[in-house]
């Protein structure tokens, strides 16, 4: 029985040293640096990303002035056929087709100038935003060389990190160097949009 024991401690104290010896002669794996960005955070922070911001806003409602001329009697026009469709029963609203394409054609018109509007105002932000994203694309450079940064993810797709590993703040500071306010000129673009471009949304 001495001599049974004896052997199964022997093999246990084996089982236990095993491991120990084999993490003494195996290399660490490098780790490697990574860090994340929020693409949309960092220009909307930095002062050219907001000034660019206030620009678009005054133009969107410039654009509301030169419209309203237009949009004033469609207003007018649907609130006179919004009130005879409400005096009507429904079985006698239903064999007014005339009604129905008075306000088909409203609606059509009242697109028709939004998406005008949409249009000038899409082409008129990837005009302002060039040079911004350009000092945006130079200033990640920078921060991932200065912190030799070897992995960069995208902080819309990253569920925790670390203020350390968080260089929004550092690219802001980058782009504030490099800029602070860029010309925002309107882009007036055709009314009717090119044969590709309807139906669709404008891309962002």
């Known amino acids: 029985m001495k001599t049974i024991f004896t052997t199964l401690l022997l093999a246990l104290t084996g089982l236990s040293t095993a491991p120990m010896a084999l993490a003494q002669t195996t290399t660490p794996a490098t780790t490697a640096n990574v860090a994340v960005i929020s693409q949309e955070l960092a220009l909307a922070k930095s002062k050219v990303g907001a000034y660019v911001a206030d620009q678009l806003l005054a133009l969107d409602k410039q654009v509301d002035v030169e419209f309203e001329p237009e949009l004033a009697p469609l207003r007018t026009q649907a609130q006179q056929l919004n009130a005879e469709m409400s005096a009507l029963a429904p079985e006698t609203l239903r064999t007014r087709t005339d ?53 960069l993810l995208p902080g819309e797709a990253t569920m925790f990190r670390t203020a350390s590993a968080d260089i929004t703040e550092a690219v802001v500071t980058k782009i504030d160097a490099i800029l602070t306010t860029t010309p925002v000129n309107r882009v007036r673009v055709p009314r009717i949009a090119p044969p590709a471009q309807q139906g669709q949304a404008p891309a962002r």
């Not at 249009?119 to 450079?141: H, K």
């Open 99 to 151: 009604l129905q394409r008075r306000g088909q054609e409203i609606r059509q018109k009242l697109t028709e100038l939004g998406e005008w509007k949409q249009r000038q105002m899409e082409a008129t932000r990837e005009q302002a935003l060039t040079p911004v994203l350009t000092a945006y694309e130079a200033s990640i450079n920078a921060v991932i060389k200065e912190r030799n940064i070897q992995i």
